[in-house]
């Protein structure tokens, strides 16, 4: 959406505000570079969907051959909604119930089980299967601690160190492991973090362990440049440095397997703003307090991993710049989109839009306070439509209400 503030201020005048904006075009141009930097053959992407699971999002993606990267039963029924294919998605397991992982294997989908006790509990209930095998890199990086998921102090993935145990497991029920899977973080900032996580999982993955393997899964974290000084990475020096190595590994293997990864924020946080309308300026002696129509449950990445997101005042581009806070209307002094930013001049009633908010902003809001979540607009070759509504606070009320128990017979 180039030169797109026309455009921002017909869909807040139509749609009124808070409103999440989606430009699939952008979706489709990200996705394309994705493909271009990664030239292997079998290449396979698998979306991140827990980072927006927008339907609109969610079909452009399906339509340029993606996969789907699972994390909930929510996440499976969703992508099969939209027509993904079960034998296209891959379910990441993560401290499931045995009531989660019975109905996940009745979709069919490809189980990715990422500890030795789900290992052991899935074998002895589904021996002579298909499965994936998530293991702990133990390389750490990503944008924030919250967000880093290698490492001994992270919760996922199987320690190398315990192929022997998986292999017991594994022949003592005659499972079968088609993949390997490994994920350092989010948001990488050390470019060979990637490269250092694939020659461990690639140390283990010899024909002698593995004998069965069609693919190596080498998870997402891809990231995107959010403030104003970051370089964005060059990812097709970094994919032909990953193809030159998986090539080399491809050899010694024996077999040609597929190169997957699932990245997320990459192919969708820059294609989303989040429109807000300015209804409070407030003068703190030497702090400028400007007052939004939106919170941080709507947008929570500031507030939860100190997240950068730049804004844009698109009713007065062109004002003086003064130096301000900007706030949300929850009940919450961390309630921040930004602090000490340096914006042109912000008028009651002006429109902002937050950037880069097309992955992990609307996937994590919820409704504290009680205020719904806003509406979702997607633009596809300048045309705009509504893809999901905003909920009126009494819609909101009442659904809940429909939702609970009659409260006479607790």
């Known amino acids: 959406m180039k030169n797109d503030t026309p455009l921002l201020k017909t869909i807040a005048e139509k749609f009124g505000t808070p409103t999440y904006v989606y430009d699939l075009d952008r979706i489709k141009d990200q996705y394309r570079s994705f493909q271009d930097a990664f030239p292997w053959p079998s290449l396979k992407i698998f979306y991140a969907m827990k980072a927006n699971y927008n339907i609109c999002v969610l079909t452009t993606l399906k339509d340029l051959g993606a996969g789907i990267d699972a994390v909930s039963p929510g996440d499976l029924y969703m992508a099969i909604s939209c027509g993904f294919d079960p034998s296209n998605i891959i379910y990441t397991a993560n401290n499931m119930k045995e009531t989660e992982m019975d109905e996940v294997m009745e979709t069919g989908v490809l189980m990715n089980i990422d500890s030795l006790s789900r290992l052991e509990k899935y074998a002895k209930r589904y021996p002579c299967t298909r499965i994936c095998l998530r293991f702990n890199p133990d390389v750490v990086d990503g944008e924030h601690d919250k967000i880093k998921?290698?490492?001994?102090?992270?919760?996922?993935?199987?320690?190398?160190?315990?192929?022997?145990?998986?292999?017991?497991?594994?022949?003592q029920y005659d499972i079968k492991v088609v993949g390997l899977h490994e994920h350092t973080g989010s948001g990488l900032i050390k470019p060979d973090s990637i490269l250092t996580a694939m020659e461990r999982i690639m140390s283990i993955a010899t024909r002698d362990n593995f004998p069965d393997l069609t693919f190596l899964d080498f998870g997402g974290g891809f990231k995107v440049a959010y403030g104003p000084d970051e370089v964005p990475v060059d990812y097709k020096e970094m994919g032909a440095r990953v193809v030159d190595r998986f090539s080399r590994f491809i050899h010694t293997y024996g077999r040609h397997l597929e190169l997957r990864f699932e990245p997320g924020k990459y192919l969708t946080a820059q294609a989303g703003r989040l429109l807000v309308e300015v209804n409070t300026i407030k003068h703190n002696r030497n702090r400028t307090i400007c007052g939004t129509d939106s919170g941080f449950p709507q947008l929570i990445r500031p507030m939860f991993?100190?997240?950068?997101?730049?804004?844009?005042?698109?009713?007065?581009?062109d004002g003086k710049a003064f130096v301000y806070d900007i706030c949300g209307n929850i009940c919450?002094?961390?309630?921040?989109?930004?602090?000490?930013?340096?914006?042109?001049?912000?008028?009651e009633n002006d429109l902002l839009s937050i950037q880069d908010a097309g992955a992990y902003c609307y996937a994590m809001g919820g409704t504290y306070n009680l205020r719904p979540m806003p509406a979702e607009v997607v633009v596809k070759n300048k045309k705009v439509s509504l893809s999901r509504r905003r909920l009126t606070s009494r819609q909101?009320?009442?659904?809940?209400?429909?939702?609970?128990a009659d409260i006479n017979h607790v």
């Open 305 to 317: 991993y100190d997240a950068y997101h730049k804004i844009e005042n698109i009713s007065n581009p």
């Open 149 to 171: 998921t290698g490492g001994d102090l992270t919760k996922f993935g199987i320690l190398l160190e315990d192929v022997a145990k998986v292999k017991k497991i594994t022949t």
């Open 396 to 404: 909101l009320i009442d659904l809940i209400c429909s939702e609970s």
């Open 332 to 347: 919450e002094t961390g309630d921040l989109f930004a602090k000490d930013r340096l914006l042109p001049q912000i008028r």
